[in-house]
C-alpha cells in the first residue's frame, strides 16, 4: 500500500513557475513507476509526465514538453514536478501516481494508486 501527498499547488501569472511535490509513504518507494497526471474542469485525467523507479526514463506529453521537468528522490519518497513557462491552459488538479513496477508508465490504467491532487490555477 503506497499514501501519497501531493503539494506545492497555487495560483500564478502566466509565464511563471511552480514546483509539485509528492511524498510517498511505505518502504518500497523505489519500486514503483511514478506520474504526475491532470485533470482540467469537464476533461478527462491525462498524463502529464512521468519517471521510472531509479528515474533512468522519462516521459512527458506534448503539451508540457521542454517546459515541464519531472524527477524523484528515492531516499526522501518524493517525486517533483517542476513547471517553467506556465500557461493559461495549465490550469488543473495536478494528480500524482504510483504504478507497481520498475518500468515507465504513461496510461492512466497502469497506475495503482492516486493522491488527493493539489490545484494549479494559472492566470493570463
Known amino acids: 500500500q503506497v499514501q501519497l501527498v501531493e503539494s506545492g499547488g497555487g495560483l500564478v501569472q502566466a509565464g511563471g513557475s511552480l514546483r509539485l511535490s509528492c511524498a510517498a509513504s511505505?518502504?518500497?518507494?523505489?519500486?514503483?513507476?511514478m506520474g504526475w497526471f491532470r485533470q482540467a474542469p469537464g476533461k478527462e485525467r491525462a498524463i502529464a509526465a512521468a519517471?521510472?523507479?531509479?528515474?533512468?526514463?522519462?516521459y512527458y506529453a506534448d503539451s508540457v514538453k521542454g517546459r515541464f521537468t519531472i524527477s524523484r528522490d528515492n531516499a526522501k519518497n518524493t517525486v517533483y514536478l517542476l513547471m517553467n513557462i506556465l500557461k493559461p491552459e495549465d490550469t488543473a488538479v495536478y494528480y500524482c501516481?504510483?504504478?507497481?513496477?520498475?518500468?515507465?508508465?504513461?496510461?492512466?490504467?497502469?497506475?495503482?494508486?492516486w493522491g488527493q491532487g493539489t490545484q494549479v490555477t494559472v492566470s493570463s
Open positions: 511505505g518502504r518500497t518507494f523505489s519500486s514503483y513507476g
Open positions: 519517471i521510472s523507479w531509479r528515474g533512468g526514463s522519462t
Open positions: 501516481a504510483a504504478a507497481t513496477g520498475y518500468g515507465l508508465y504513461s496510461r492512466k490504467y497502469e497506475y495503482d494508486y
